[in-house]
T-cell receptor, first 114, second 113 residues
Framework: GAVVSQHPSRVICKSGTSVKIECRSL??????MFWYRQFPKQSLMLMAT?????????EQGVEKDKFLINHASLTLSTLTVTSAHPEDSSFYIC??????????FGPGTRLTVL | GDSVTQMEGPVTLSEEAFLTINCTYT??????LFWYVQYPGEGLQLLLK?????DKGSNKGFEATYRKETTSFHLEKGSVQVSDSAVYFC????????????FGPGTSLSVIP
């Protein structure tokens, strides 16, 4: 069964609003989680590393004020897309390492900004 | 930096055909290697992995062997099914990259009856 869950699976919002996406590890603790973005027919692009108890680490070119990450507990990380615009529409996927080297991925969240 | 290259798709095969998707990597040291599969509209699922040279990962009829000498991790399946239609990503985790996954561009596979 799934070891990482995401909520919601789909969200449609108006331009200018903020959207929060949750990523949970099921039955295991994750001090680190990762957030990816995937454009249609493209590979996954790592956006940031979410660290429990400390600030997230963002990849080059990712706006930290735009994509707020909070690792609230050992099983929950949230990504908030602030003041969303149509160009933020994408498929967002989180992952967590359950065992060394191996990431388990959430099912993804499809964000559509109108 | 570390990187993964894989054959561009889309790949279209008839059911029961043999599948090969090439994957090569560049990394410092000896990374762990993975194949992930993404079915339409879904997230990624781990298909198989290998953590050291000459290891063979296998799952659901798919196989890949970690070849250090050619820095490759080609995915193979002897007889594909329609249900194997998906996008396949080759990926690595470097020994110094703190669990960051580096993905290849993905290869789309369509299997027709």
């Amino acid at each position: 069964g799934a070891v990482v869950s995401q909520h919601p699976s789909r969200v449609i919002c108006k331009s200018g609003t903020s959207v929060k996406i949750e990523c949970r590890s099921l039955d295991f603790q994750a001090t680190t989680m990762f957030w990816y973005r995937q454009f249609p027919k493209q590979s996954l692009m790592l956006m940031a590393t979410s660290n429990e108890g400390s600030k997230a680490t963002y990849e080059q070119g990712v706006e930290k004020d735009k994509f707020l990450i909070n690792h609230a507990s050992l099983t929950l990380s949230t990504l908030t897309v602030t003041s969303a615009h149509p160009e933020d529409s994408s498929f967002y996927i989180c992952s967590a390492p359950q065992i060394r080297d191996t990431q388990y991925f959430g099912p993804g969240t499809r964000l559509t900004v109108l | 930096g570390d990187s993964v290259t894989q054959m561009e798709g889309p790949v279209t095969l008839s059911e029961e055909a043999f599948l090969t998707i090439n994957c090569t990597y560049t990394a410092t040291g000896y990374p762990s290697l993975f194949w992930y599969v993404q079915y339409p509209g879904e997230g990624l699922q781990l298909l198989l992995k290998a953590t050291k040279a000459d290891d063979k990962g296998s799952n659901k009829g798919f196989e890949a062997t970690y070849r250090k000498e050619t820095t490759s991790f080609h995915l193979e399946k002897g007889s594909v099914q329609v249900s194997d239609s998906a996008v396949y990503f080759c990926a690595l985790v470097g020994k110094t990259s703190y669990d960051k996954v580096i993905f290849g561009p993905g290869t789309s596979l369509s299997v027709i009856p």
